[in-house]
């Protein structure tokens, strides 16, 4: 059974850092498409981060140059750094899993096409 269990939200002021953790179990991250969500009130779920295989990532452009997503393939886990944080970045923060016949398909996957999620952290920045 697949599980993703995420950790690290809470309140922060503007300007400060979170770091978000994901952990699988039931399922190996080193060879998935891992995701990192958001979805704010009366929006749809965004994706803010994805990564696959060695370290091949992408972000939104929104959180380019603050937020930076990783994985550690020993603890089958993949984290959000999140630094500089803005109002605009409160959000439920999701992790999500998937894998794709082309590998390069999870850089700009869509959240419909993951399988996986675990049951969200709130980020909230005041």
């Known amino acids: 059974q697949v599980q993703l269990v995420e950790s690290g939200g809470g309140s922060v002021q503007a300007g400060g850092s979170l770091r978000l953790s994901c952990a699988a179990s039931g399922y190996t991250v080193s060879s998935s498409c891992m995701a990192w969500f958001r979805q704010r009130p009366g929006n749809e779920r965004e994706g803010v981060a994805f990564?696959?295989?060695?370290?091949?990532?992408n972000h939104h452009d929104s959180v380019k140059g603050r937020f930076t997503i990783s994985q550690d393939n020993a603890k089958n886990s993949v984290y959000l750094q999140m630094n500089s944080l803005e109002p605009e970045d409160s959000a439920m923060y999701y992790c999500?899993?998937?894998?794709?016949?082309?590998?390069?398909?999870?850089?700009?996957?869509?959240?419909?096409?993951?399988?996986?999620w675990g049951q969200g952290t709130q980020v909230t920045v005041s």
């Open positions: 999500a899993a998937a894998r794709f016949p082309i590998p390069s398909m999870c850089l700009r996957a869509p959240a419909a096409s993951f399988g996986y």
């Open positions: 990564i696959f295989g060695r370290g091949n990532t």
